[in-house]
């Protein structure tokens, strides 16, 4: 047999790879033309092949994994609450009727429909500014109609003139006042009080009162003795509290205004309390009509003693009184002020002392622009906030050396305001409520605070 030539074997072989290679660049050249599609893809994502074609390549790709840096997400805010407004805190103790109600509804803006119990769960505008607290007798309940209705402590006591359950009663509206936070100043009426200002110039003078309207300071002098009325003062009390002498014993009119820290003292001081509860007290003498054997009243005398024990008289303003009431004739009751004395003359000069208090026209005629700058600055402050945005330290410091009013609580801001608008408060001898108006009264006397307590323009 002859042998195959080796040549022809050769030849054979070469052939055969010679394909086996074409094979392989034939298939390398589709993976290298997949890859170069997927990369076009991610640096021309919007160009003509944003949305390519289902089939794109005859071969199924794996996933590539790019380490790229990602671009750098755009700033991102968010949203803070507004800061929130000091409320001033209105503390009615009544013996249980409003008869001046509609003025009240008139100062507050509160429409004559608008039923509160039907709308516990709506806050009404006014409740941004003031917190309502009413004393009652017990047992004694507001028709639903009436806006003090949802506002009555509860366990009221039966509060006597005279007798130191004055003072129990009003340390129940304290104590149910402070549980409200944003009350920073409280003010205690009556039902026979009406303002003299309207509430928009009430609201700013006491939101940034820093001292408290009560007669809590003294001295020695026999003049300042006298109208402390420490002939008043029991000796007996000394035995209870060896802090009540001549010199810390204090006379103020029951219409006090309070700072928070003064009134936390009210609501949570004993020793004090627990002498005038013993011995402060009017006992009649039997033998003579109209006299006393005994004349101390509570409500004049404990809370400013009090703050002067414990060394708060340089936090009061003396001067002044938040209520205007009309002491002549007989010293056991004030003034009233019936149909007849519902004149403009009345309430400018007898009520509100417009020659000394000149500063409440003023202050009255702005505070509405003011008190919108406050809100609409109170609403912006709370739109967004940087703080994950962390800038340079110098654009840090730049930033401190301005105000930032999303930094400001709502007191804060408040004052800011009211420095930048150069809104000057009333003096602390002028009064902002007055007593007593007489019932039969109120229609006259709302006709004519109508124009005071109605919003400016």
Known sequence: MKARPIAGRTSQRRHKALLVLASILFIGMIVLRGELILNLRTVFPSGPDANPSPIESPLELAPIVFTKQAATPPLMTKKKPPPQLPK?????????????????????????????????????AWQKYFSIYVHTAPGFKYPPESIFAPFTVKDPVQAQWGDHSIIDAERKLIKAALEEP??????????????????????????TAEHSRIHACGNSSEADRNRRMTYRMVDEMKLVNSDITDDTWRKSSQWFGLIRSH????????????????????LPNTEEVGAYTRFCVSDEHYIPTMLAINNRENECKCDGHVTRVVWTGNFMHPKSFGKAEATADILRHEL??????QQ?????????????????????????????NEGSKE???????????????????????????????????????????????????????????????
């Open 263 to 282: 009134a936390r003292l009210v609501a949570e001081e004993s020793i004090v309390d627990t002498a005038f509860k013993q011995y402060c007290y009017i």
């Open 360 to 388: 409440g026209k003023v202050l009255e005629s702005i505070a509405d622009k003011v008190l919108r700058k406050i809100d609409q600055l109170a609403e912006d402050a709370g739109e967004v906030s940087d703080d994950d």
């Open 182 to 207: 944003l009350n920073s100043y409280f003010v205690l009426l009556s039902e026979t009080h009406v303002p003299l200002y309207s509430a928009s110039a009430t609201y700013l003078h006491f939101a």
């Open 395 to 457: 654009e840090a410091e730049e930033e401190a050396k301005e105000v930032n009013i999303s930094d400001l609580n709502g007191a804060e801001l408040i004052n800011y305001v009211m420095k930048s608008e150069n809104v000057v408060v009333m003096l602390a001898s002028c009064p902002l409520f007055a007593r007593k108006i007489e019932k039969e009264a109120e229609g006259e006397w709302r006709e004519l605070l109508k124009t005071v307590l109605k919003p400016t323009k």
């Open 352 to 357: 509100r002392g417009e020659e000394e208090c």
């Open 88 to 124: 001033v805190a209105l503390l009615f103790l009544t013996r249980g009727p409003m008869p001046l109600e509609s003025i009240w509804r008139d100062f507050l803006g509160v429409d004559s429909n608008y039923t509160p119990l039907e709308n516990v769960a709506t806050t009404a």
